[in-house]
T-cell receptor, first 111, second 115 residues
Framework: QKEVEQNSGPLSVPEGAIASLNCTYS??????FFWYRQYSGKSPELIMS????GDKEDGRFTAQLNKASQYVSLLIRDSQPSDSATYLC???????????FGPGTRLSVLP | EPEVTQTPSHQVTQMGQEVILRCVPI?????FYWYRQILGQKVEFLVS????????KSEIFDDQFSVERPDGSNFTLKIRSTKLEDSAMYFC?????????????FGDGTRLSIL
């Protein structure tokens, strides 16, 4: 059974702070890793993808991947109240295979 | 920017009735997916579809479910005899103009309510 784990939260950070979201996955052959943001009642919206070990930056967002530890993280710098949402980690276990989603971490950015 | 579109946005159906949820994936994508999300729970994979056939399905996707690509644009999910526990948000997604490990793009979803 392929599992993706996340802390459910809520994670509360003050406006302007760095929010750190973590994800672990069970299937060692996983190849592709994604972070989605989901506002309440809405569909998942892609934030970032990462495929190789290390860091990948896009604006205020940085994804970090460590395949040896089976760990993916997302850092949000200068957090804004509009970043308040549930953040979903998704893992593609291999070419041609479906994505497995974690349960999501609810982030609350306090003004 | 191209989008995945889903209709209807909300479907209310009596238990035991058939329901068809419709999706138009992004036009140059090759892989299509259905997911569901029961209120307050995680997004769960139902089925993936490639080259006009099912490529993978989960335990949830039993004989009551079917998918079809009736023409070059639509991708449908049919539930033959709905149950109360089928009430959920159903999301269609697509990817794969460069491979199935590319990010999946989601539609806005159909909220299915079974009475």
């Amino acid at each position: 059974q392929k599992e993706v784990e996340q802390n459910s939260g809520p994670l509360s950070v003050p406006e302007g702070a760095i929010a750190s979201l973590n994800c672990t996955y069970s299937d060692r052959v996983s190849q592709s890793f994604f972070w989605y943001r989901q506002y309440s009642g809405k569909s998942p919206e892609l934030i970032m993808s990462i495929y190789s070990n290390g860091d990948k930056e896009d604006g205020r967002f940085t994804a970090q991947l460590n395949k040896a530890s089976q760990y993916v993280s997302l850092l949000i710098r200068d957090s804004q109240p509009s970043d308040s949402a549930t953040y979903l980690c998704a893992v593609n276990a291999g070419y041609g295979q479906n994505f497995v989603f974690g349960p999501g971490t609810r982030l609350s950015v306090l003004p | 920017e191209p989008e995945v579109t889903q209709t209807p946005s909300h479907q209310v159906t009596q238990m035991g009735q058939e329901v068809i949820l419709r999706c138009v994936p992004i036009s140059n994508h090759l892989y299509f997916y259905w997911y569901r999300q029961i209120l307050g729970q995680k997004v769960e994979f139902l089925v993936s579809f490639y080259n006009n056939e099912i490529s993978e399905k989960s335990e949830i996707f039993d004989d009551q479910f079917s998918v079809e690509r009736p023409d070059g644009s639509n991708f449908t999910l049919k539930i033959r005899s709905t149950k109360l526990e089928d009430s959920a948000m159903y999301f269609c997604a697509s990817n794969g103009d460069k491979g199935s490990n590319q990010p999946q793009h989601f539609g806005d979803g159909t909220r299915l309510s079974i009475l």
